[in-house]
């Protein structure tokens, strides 16, 4: 089947032409017929059911329940939720369930949504291909040996399988925009602080930003509206637009706009057929009206290098906090309490956490802290001055989400340097602040190619409809 609009179900519901209970059977049905993908990681499906009970039967009453009512959704495994565990994909967490739900969550409940399933991730959201998992790798909807992009691989691939009309993940360091790109599905970064990190487990806490994947923009335009707004709970959170974020009468704003293609994005190491998607991209925009130029930003180059400091610097204190002492994994029969600390480690995080604890611990040593930390930060505020400088001429910056289509399963899994490369074009946004999205543009060998547009801080309603002109064009 193929989901209507999320309004669409919304309002179907609220005339009782569909039920909200029938919604999440449909979803839940989805969820097995796709099983082999291995989206996901858990159902609570008894939570689920009831509260699509509740929805109807306040419908019934003459109720309002809300822009979401009966509209069912997934969310990234790291998202606190009731019904069942938060696992973040490790197995440090394994049997974790949360004591309080995430302020997105609820937000999306109290406007009607409902939560039908977790969705498989890289472990704690290290990773750019979900094969970081703890449990299983998830597949790319497009070609089973593939890999769906990461972090938040399985919400990606569970919207791409049409299994919801969209799920919750988390961008880090471009973890919702690069599975929209391998996926073929929209993936929406906002303004670092527009949503409430509240309840959701940690992993770089200063470019963390909770985004929606979707099958179009005025789906994530709504969920984003949703979802955005101070939260007393998070104290790095901003308050939202006064317009909100929802596409009501969209209107196109090509012919208006000034965009500037980032040079940087479109240099060596991009595919072929990636390079022909974009320009390609860049012709129906300037076909449409816009003023498109080359701009350069010459510290992009070293984005991946700061992020790659700052992120795991920030991940080994995060993840400080699991010990085996309070929650979360425990190692058993030790002999004492300096043995269950290291064994509760040892066995609880995978690889991969382990490698980005000890880069994050030397980098903060005090005797590398001058050497990597401090002159990472010096870097990510040229950086964050260069993106300023670039609007004050642009409106708009643009360029392909990723270098390349959907890898193979395995490929890269044996070097993490060729892994941090899928990341090249992402993470500047991350370490910046600012808005990007990724926007289906076409495809090469067969497989989705994202187009990534980035937008002035706090400028996502105007992100949200020039990427809304762009797919009206297609």
Known sequence: MSWPSIDEIAASVQSGQTSAEGNVKQ???????????AAIISVPMERALKRAEEIDGRIKQGERVGRLAGVPFIAKDNFLTFGGRTTAASNMLKEFEAPYQATAIEKLELEGAICVAKANLDAWAHGSSTENSDFFTTKNPHDKTRVPGGSSGGSAAAVALDIVPFALGTDTGGSVRLPASFCGVVGYKPTYGLISRSGIVAMASSTDVVGPLTRNIADAALVMDVMSGKDAMDSTTIEKDSNGYEIRNPKSEIRKAKIGVIKEYMGEGLEPGVRTVIDQAIKKLEKAGANISEVSLPSLSLALAVY?????????????????????HTARETKNLEDSYFLSRQQGFGTEAKRRIMIGTHVLSSGYYDAYYKKAQKVRTKIINEFAKAFQLYDFLLGPTAPTVAFK???KTGNPLQMYLSDILLVAANVSGNPAISIPAGQSQGLPVGLQIIAPQRADKQLLEIAKAFEELN
């Open 27 to 37: 979803a839940l049905q989805e969820v097995e017929k796709h099983k082999d993908f």
């Open 308 to 328: 790659y400091i700052v992120c795991p610097a920030e991940v080994s204190s995060n993840l400080a906090r699991y010990d085996g002492q309070r929650y979360g």
């Open 409 to 411: 399963i395995g490929a």
